[in-house]
């Protein structure tokens, strides 16, 4: 069983929708947990990250985290056009030191449509 | 303007042929990381380095060599490059060993080794 699963998708939604992005893992011992977007032909940038389970909001992005499920998710509302990009989830065991190594999901495509 | 530059962007060679894609930053990051990202397999480190004269090992580091001589560059060295090589490469960076969890990525850099 790999460390982080993520669903590749593709996902096509059409403008407007509620988008949710998910991953599962198997070590309990991360801690924080981290969603990258990935536009065509540029580097991963940092979405958002929490370190607890709950949710965590910013604008129209939603962080959630359930660690005795061992399941995190990105919920992404009224979605435009411009969020149409490769989601990876990373999380790390520690924020320092060699415990920061990231371990990423595969990444899911998001296609959003006008 | 803060960024993480890698060159080239893209690079076509023969196997056997030795080359070296550069990494800098201009952060003053301590930690510095390379990725490469295939498709189905997602982002896998292949090598860190959390500070002038330290590197390590990521998940992949066969076929690969790091040098880390000053705090802003962090080349990879592909010594005697093969076709499984052909990939997307990332660098990236973030700053101290304990510090904010943000990495920054540099644009990528496309390898075809045939």
């Known amino acids: 069983q790999k460390e982080v699963e993520q669903d590749p998708g593709p996902l096509s939604v059409p403008e407007g929708a509620i988008v949710s992005l998910n991953c599962t893992y198997s070590?309990?011992?991360?801690?924080?947990f981290m969603w990258y977007r990935q536009y065509s032909r540029k580097g991963p940038e940092l979405l958002m990250y929490?370190?607890?389970?709950g949710n965590k909001e910013d604008g129209r992005f939603t962080a959630q985290v359930d660690k005795s499920s061992k399941y995190i998710s990105l919920f992404i509302r009224d979605s435009q056009p411009s969020d149409s990009a490769t989601y990876l989830c990373a999380m790390s065991v520690g924020r320092g030191g060699s415990n920061y190594k990231l371990t990423f999901g595969k990444g899911t495509l998001l296609t959003v449509n006008p | 303007e803060a960024q993480v530059t890698q060159n080239p962007r893209y690079l076509i060679t023969v196997t056997g042929k030795k080359l070296t894609v550069t990494c800098s930053q201009n952060?003053?990051?301590?930690?510095m990381s390379w990725y490469r990202q295939d498709p189905g397999l997602g982002l896998r480190q292949i090598y860190y380095s959390m500070n002038v004269e330290v590197t390590d090992k990521g998940d992949v580091p066969e076929g690969y060599k790091v040098s880390r001589k000053e705090k802003r560059n962090f080349p990879l060295i592909l010594e005697s490059p093969s076709p499984n090589q052909t990939s997307l490469y990332f660098c990236?960076?973030?700053?101290?060993?304990?510090?904010?969890?943000?990495?920054?990525f540099g644009p990528g850099t496309r390898l075809t080794v045939t």
């Open positions: 929490t370190y607890s389970s």
């Open positions: 070590n309990s011992a991360f801690q924080y």
């Open positions: 990236a960076s973030r700053p101290g060993l304990a510090g904010q969890l943000e990495q920054y």
């Open positions: 952060m003053n990051h301590e930690y």
